[in-house]
Structure formats: structure tokens, C-alpha cells
């Protein structure tokens, strides 16, 4: 890679700034300045505008290209499959849908079926649509609510945002869908903000605040719980010791549906490949999107158990009784044959274990950091999903001004280490540091991140 491109790439960048509307920031400073223009990639790094190469310790930005990028095997079959056929709507099979949806039901004991979107958002979208249909179908309409958890994060849709628990997100986008409730966080590291809050026990008491919520709202009334494994754009929060037991026990006491959503954790993030599979849980509905094709092609997945299924198919005769929904690329077929050998690259490649192996190594250097730098409070995370918050005062626990967590970005940046922040999710609250590298990063790579990372802490705080 010389820095040489095709295309003029001043012209690129010009024609970037005059008609492309990026997500997620301000567009203000690209009157005078540049946005960034990413041109290349391979295996964990990418190459900008300028020529430049990054370690990019995000995967994409988002916690997205999990086995890297620049994979030929999956451009390669991806290419085959839409020779032989790019696409026919999801009424009908096709044979990468078919084969991929038999490997993922493989790693997922107790689920069935797979219900194939295009985004994380979408994916949701059709366990709400599910879980109302049964409300429907079951309860005379009535056991329609959905639960949702403060911090976590669903999707952009309306729907999804009307469960969606940052507030900072949500602003503006108001007014959203009726008969989606929040429950409290689960976050240790801030349970003194939490009223009653215990010392000890403090999953089991996480998890009973959920049951208030319940008994408030009428368990009869309440069809589904919507969570996080751990939550990702909330502040990367590890569940809480005792935490998923007591919640499974509290989704069969009042018959609720246990909806977890992997679309960060999926597919092998968290060193499992779902991030519920450390917890021993038993869901109702899995929803995943980013890693499962590591952003090689757009495919989600609502995945669900054969007893959810049959309740959507257990009177042929009702033109009602059956799921009614449809996702025009739900059909596209580049999906799944790209999924196919993202899960092939995972397991030929070790994948899950190293993630395990890497991410073990990189928490210990994070927590090595926060013994050196008194502004990191917390440091938390699971296999290569990692996070750090900063803090003004360890005592206290107050978040650092968030324009400073946003300069350790910049600086690591400034390193050619891409890194990531909290980012417009709970006001105030912006405060915790992202890691997620792909799953093929190498102890040198999580060196040069936490180097940069040091650094960079350096330069802020001193
Ligand atoms: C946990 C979680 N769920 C759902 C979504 C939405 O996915 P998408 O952007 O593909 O709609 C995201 C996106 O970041 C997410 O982090």
C-alpha cells in the first residue's frame, strides 16, 4: 500500500463533502477541515485518505469486522453465490440461507429458527413484532409490553428507540411507541447512584429491580424483557455476579419472553459465540447483526426457539395465524454466503480462543494503566469488548468533561491507533473508552493500542 489510489482522491473527498450525510457526527467542521475517508483495508488495519494506516481497535467504527478485513475467501464466495443468484424474497429458501442458518442453530442449543434482516435494528424489530403477535394470538391482546433496560441500546428505528435506554440518543426523536418500559441498569461500578442499592449481592438485588417494574406494571401484562448481554454503547457494562440467574427465574415466574440482543456481541465478540452463552441462559429470541458476516454483506438474524415458532403456525386454517412480516434484504443471498465463511474462518483459525487468550491479556493491561493513570475508574469487558471509564475523582465517581474523553480518542488518532468513546448515548455519561479489535489481534497489536492508550492519557490528563 503506497498511498496511491484509483481515483483522484481529492476529487473523493470534494464530492464526500458536498453530498455524503455521515452518521453519527457534526458536519459543521467539515466546512473547513476534512472528513475522514477510509480507502483500504487488511487484516486489522485501514488506510485513509491520506495514505495513512491505522490499527483499528474498533472493527469498523462499530464492534463489526470481527475476523478483519481484506478476507478474499469471503469476497470470493460471496461473488460465486451472486453469480448464481444475488436474490429471491425471503417467501422462498435459498441454499447459503439454508446452510448458514443450520450452522448457527449448531452453535446455539435450544433455539430453532432464523428469521433473516438486514440490520441490528431490524432484527429487534421482528422479536417486538413477535412477541405482540403472541400478546395477540395468546393473551387477548393484552400481555404486549416490552421491557427494556436503562443504557442499553436496540436500534434507530422508532421501534427500536421506543426501547431504547440512553436518553441522549433518544432526544429530539420523541414521541416514541406506547407500552415500552424502562428497568434500572445494572451497572456495579455506579450503584451508588442507585437507591437502596446494596453492597453485597448486588446482581440478584440488579435483577429484583426488574421484577418491580413487573409487579408494577402487572405481569399480565408485560410479554417481553429486551437486554444487553453486556451492554456495548452504554459504557461496555459486564453483567453483575447472580445477575442473569435471577433474571431467568423472574421471565419464567411471570411467563415473559427473554429477548437478548447479540448484535454487538454475536458471533464471537465476547470470546463465546454469543455473549448469553457465558451466563447460562436460556433465551426466547437472539437478535444479531454486525459480526455475524464481520460487515462483509448486511445480514441480521432474529433467531428464536421451536416453541415460539409454533405458536405461528398451529392453525393453518387462520389467515392471521401466521408471522406477516417481510424484509425485502432479508432475501439477498450475499448474506448468508458471507456469513458461511465468517463462521468457517472463526473456527479454522482459533478464533474464539484467541479472543479469550487476547482479550484476558488486554484487560490486565488496561488495569495495568488504570494502576498508572488515576483517571481511569473502572475497566471492564469481556473477551476483545472492552472498556475504560474515566473519571474526574476515583472517590466520588464523577465522569470526566466528555470532551476529554473525546481528546484520548483524538490522540490515539493522532498515534494511528483508531480507538473508541462512548458516544451520544446517556447525557453526561459519555465517558468510557471502547476497545474491540478483531478477533484475529496479536499481542503486539494490543501493545501498540495500549501504548497509544498511555500516551495519549499522558497528553490529557498529564
Ligand atoms: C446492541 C445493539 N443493538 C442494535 C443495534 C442496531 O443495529 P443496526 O445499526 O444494525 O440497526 C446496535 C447498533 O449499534 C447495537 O449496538
Partial sequence: MDGTFENDINKIVDMDRAHVWHHLVQHKPFETGQ???????????????????????????????????????????????????????????????????????????????????????????????????????????????????????????????????????????????????????????????????????????????????????????????????????????????????KVQEICRKYDILLHIDEVVCGVGRTGTWFGYQHYGIEPDFVTMAKGVASGYAAIACCVTTERVFDMFKDDADDPMNYFRDISTFGGCTAGPAAAIENMHIIEEEGLLANTNAMGDYMLDQLRALQDKHAVIGDVRGKGLFLGAELVADRDSKQPVDEKLAQRVVAECNAQAVIIGVTNRSIPGRNNTLCYSPALIATKDDIDQIIAATDEALTRVFG
Fill in 35 to 245: 472528513p475522514r475517508i477510509i480507502v483500504e483495508g487488511k487484516g486489522i488495519h485501514v488506510w485513509d485518505q491520506h495514505g495513512k494506516k491505522h490499527l483499528d481497535a474498533v472493527s469498523g467504527g462499530v464492534w463489526t469486522v470481527n475476523v478483519g478485513y481484506g478476507r478474499e475467501r469471503i469476497a470470493n464466495a460471496v461473488r460465486d453465490q451472486l453469480i448464481k443468484l444475488n436474490y429471491f424474497a425471503g417467501s422462498a429458501g435459498s441454499i447459503p440461507g439454508a446452510i448458514f442458518s443450520e450452522m448457527l442453530i449448531d452453535k446455539m442449543p435450544g433455539m430453532s429458527r432464523v428469521y433473516f434482516t438486514n440490520s441490528g435494528s431490524e432484527a429487534n424489530e421482528k422479536a417486538f413484532k413477535m412477541i405482540r403477535q403472541i400478546a395477540h394470538k395468546r393473551y387477548g391482546g393484552k400481555k404486549n409490553k416490552i421491557l427494556y433496560r436503562e443504557r442499553d441500546y436496540h436500534g434507530s428505528t422508532i421501534g427500536a428507540m421506543s426501547c431504547g435506554g440512553q436518553d441522549e440518543r433518544n432526544a429530539q426523536y420523541g414521541p416514541f411507541s406506547p407500552d415500552f418500559v424502562r428497568v434500572p441498569h445494572c451497572m456495579e461500578y455506579r450503584r451508588h447512584e442507585q437507591e437502596g442499592a446494596p453492597e453485597q449481592n448486588y446482581g440478584e438485588w440488579a435483577a429484583e429491580q426488574i421484577e418491580k417494574v413487573i409487579l408494577a406494571e402487572g405481569p399480565e401484562t408485560v410479554g417481553g424483557l429486551c437486554l444487553e448481554p453486556v451492554t456495548a454503547g452504554g459504557g461496555v457494562i459486564t453483567p453483575p455476579e447472580g445477575y442473569w440467574q
